[in-house]
Nanobody
Framework: EVQLVESGGGLVQTGGSLRLSCATS????????IGWFRQAPGKEREGVAC????????SYADVTKGRFTISSDSARRTVDLQMTSLEPEDTAIYYC????????????????WGQGTQVTVSS
């Protein structure tokens, strides 16, 4: 059974940092891609970052480029999202998901999702 569990969310002030982690199981980690996505209240889900474990390549959404960094640890089967210079607009529930390949930060082809972790950035 494919499982993804997010952790690391919380409350932080504007300009602060958080590190999210996605723990995975149930699939061949090195043959898949892991994406991070977020959904704010009243808004559609949007892609944040994605990493192809097969190639080590990464993709970022324009709104997070330069502030967020995605990284993968094959031995621990985790994918982290380091977030810096956080803004109130980054407030959302953050999800990780698994697919075969990243297509930018598109979400449509991701088949299994975690339950999400709340990130709140206060002004």
């Amino acid at each position: 059974e494919v499982q993804l569990v997010e952790s690391g969310g919380g409350l932080v002030q504007t300009g602060g940092s958080l590190r999210l982690s996605c723990a995975t199981s149930g699939f061949t980690f090195d043959d898949h891609a892991i994406g991070w996505f977020r959904q704010a209240p009243g808004k559609e889900r949007e892609g944040v970052a994605c990493i192809n474990n097969s190639y080590g390549s990464t993709s970022y959404a324009d709104v997070t480029k330069g502030r967020f960094t995605i990284s993968s640890d094959s031995a621990r089967r985790t994918v982290d999202l380091q977030m810096t210079s956080l803004e109130p607009e980054d407030t959302a529930i953050y999800y990780c998901a698994v697919s075969i390949l990243c297509i930018g930060t598109e979400a449509a082809h991701f088949r299994s999702w975690g339950q999400g972790t709340q990130v709140t950035v206060s002004s």
